[in-house]
């Protein structure tokens, strides 16, 4: 199994951003608990972070073109903004889940809705970087169970 991991705009400033928002967990922290996540249950995973929106994107279409099995994705800010986003993983039909480590219901009204919330397989929001530990066990069972549901 192969899971593509993408995180938004201005996370490459984890442990130093806003931490008593985002917490202390650096970005190479956190996919570092993804990877050994990842090793524990034998599958995949290939994390990239990018400010663009046009590079998430072509990630996305390039994941479909490849049949990778799902998405693990925090999209920051363009969670609230980014129809294209939104476009691009319906497109490919990849199944994903949605993480935030913030609360974004805690948060300013606007960024209570996100554009991936209802597309996603599920949402996780809140828990710092343990949303990301959460979101990939999550995903991984969700897909496994699918896989064995069509056999």
């Known amino acids: 199994m192969k899971v593509l991991v993408l995180h938004g705009p201005n996370l490459n400033l984890f442990g130093t951003r806003e931490k008593s928002i ?3 967990a650096t970005l190479c922290d956190i996919n570092d608990g993804l990877e050994k996540i990842a090793k524990e249950l034998s599958i995949d995973i290939s994390c990239l972070q990018s400010n663009s929106e046009s590079v998430l994107i072509d990630e996305i ?3 479909g073109a490849e ?3 799902g998405l693990l994705i925090n999209p920051a800010a363009l969670g609230h903004t980014s129809i294209a986003l939104r476009d691009a993983i319906l497109a490919v039909a990849l199944p994903c889940v949605e993480v935030h480590a ?7 009204e606007f960024r209570h809705k996100t554009y991936l919330s209802d597309i996603a397989i599920g949402v996780i929001t809140g828990f710092g970087a343990e949303s990301y530990y959460l979101g990939l066990r999550a995903l991984v069972k969700s897909l496994s169970d699918r896989k064995k549901a069509s056999a």
């Open 22 to 24: 985002y917490g202390s």
């Open 61 to 63: 279409h390039k994941a």
């Open 67 to 69: 049949k990778i099995d």
């Open 102 to 108: 913030s609360n974004i219901y805690a948060r300013e």
